[in-house]
Nanobody, 123 residues
């Protein structure tokens, strides 16, 4: 079964930095678009950034110039470097990926989500 496993969240002061990682595991044939979303308490989940297999990126306006998404196709891993963090960046961050892999005994392309990692920006 394909899984996305995130790491790198935590508590950081305003102006600080964090780096999130998300690795896809399982029987995988190819990983297409990968991305990060976040959900703050009482709010809907929102897009943070996405990256295609070829490296094309897309960012939410609120994080442009502060966050950088990247990926390592050989490791099926996506990263989110977050700099100049603000209290309003506090949220649970979720990894998302469009994966062609094995689902039990059937090859299938579908969307997967990670379990989420908490990022708290506070002094």
């Amino acid at each position: 079964q394909v899984q996305l496993v995130e790491s790198g969240g935590g508590l950081v002061q305003p102006g600080g930095s964090l780096r999130l990682s998300c690795a896809a595991s399982g029987t995988i044939f190819s990983v297409y678009v990968m991305g990060w979303y976040r959900q703050a308490p009482g709010k809907q989940r929102e897009l943070v950034a996405t990256i295609s297999r070829g490296g094309s990126t897309n960012y939410a306006d609120s994080v442009k110039g502060r966050f950088t998404i990247s990926r390592d196709n050989a490791k099926d891993t996506v990263y989110l470097q977050m700099n100049s963090l603000k209290p309003e960046d506090t949220a649970v961050y979720y990894c998302n990926a469009d994966v062609h892999g094995m689902v039990i005994t059937t090859p299938r392309r579908q969307e997967y989500w990670g379990q989420g990692t908490q990022v708290t920006v506070s002094s």
